[in-house]
């Protein structure tokens, strides 16, 4: 059974940096597309970083320039590391894996249990 577990969140002062681990087990993610996603109390859950393909990867325009997605197949994790943080990039972050079925989609099928991120000012 395929699954996702999120880990490397924490507080953080504003202007600082984590990295996100998303480690995978009976699922190789090479096979699949990835995405992060995150999500704050009474919001919806909305993505910032979707890796396509290693060659495809696309940002939200709020974390554009400070984020960054990319997967170790060799240890079979995504991560997304993050710089430049600001109190608003506070959330629960999930990390989702899924299939591309045409260029620059991505169905996500699989889900993380989620790491949160706060970020102080």
């Known amino acids: 059974q395929e699954q996702l577990v999120e880990s490397g969140g924490g507080s953080v002062q504003s202007g600082g940096s984590l990295r996100l681990s998303c480690a995978a087990s009976?699922?190789?993610?090479?096979?699949?597309?990835m995405g992060w996603f995150r999500q704050t109390p009474g919001a919806e859950r909305g993505g910032i970083a979707t890796?396509?393909?290693?060659?495809?990867?696309g940002y939200t325009e709020s974390v554009e320039g400070r984020f960054t997605i990319y997967r170790d197949n060799a240890k079979n994790t995504l991560f997304l590391q993050m710089n430049s943080l600001k109190p608003e990039d506070t959330a629960m972050y999930y990390c989702?894996?899924?299939?591309?079925?045409?260029?620059?989609?991505?169905?996500?099928?699989?889900w993380g249990q989620g790491t949160q991120v706060t970020v102080s000012s």
């Open positions: 989702a894996a899924g299939v591309s079925y045409a260029t620059d989609s991505c169905t996500f099928n699989y």
């Open positions: 009976g699922a190789t993610l090479s096979n699949y597309c």
């Open positions: 890796l396509y393909s290693d060659a495809n990867i």
